[in-house]
């Protein structure tokens, strides 16, 4: 069975930086590709980062473009989302995701396109 764990939230102020690990077991890591979600109150989950199963390919949400940075460590099994110059309106429930796919390139956006998600780990930035 597959497990996906987060960690790396916390309380930091606007301008701060964190880093978000997500671990992934069960399976063989090279061969999911993975993504990052989050989730404000009230609002709907949402894209915010993809990295294919190379890894060479990565895709963002324009509201984090230049500001964070998703890769992976396939010994240590796990996924990363640096951000940086990070915002109030980046309060969230950050998820991760992970799926096979035969490709090495594919990235996705779609949450649909995710069968394995964590538990989420809770980020917010104060003003």
């Known amino acids: 069975q597959v497990h996906v764990v987060e960690s790396g939230g916390g309380l930091v102020q606007a301008g701060g930086s964190l880093r978000l690990s997500c671990a992934l077991s069960g399976s063989t890591f090279s061969n999911y590709f993975k993504g990052w979600f989050r989730q404000a109150p009230g609002k709907e989950r949402e894209f915010v980062a993809a990295?294919?199963?190379?890894?060479?390919?990565?895709n963002y949400a324009d509201s984090v473009k230049g500001r964070f940075t998703i890769s992976r460590d396939d010994v240590k099994n796990t996924v990363y989302l640096q951000m940086n110059s990070l915002k109030p309106e980046d309060t969230a429930l950050y998820y991760c995701a992970a799926d096979t796919s035969s490709s090495w390139t594919l990235t996705r956006q779609s949450l649909y396109s995710y069968n394995y998600w964590g538990q989420g780990t809770q980020v917010t930035v104060s003003s």
């Open positions: 990295i294919s199963r190379s890894g060479a390919n990565t």
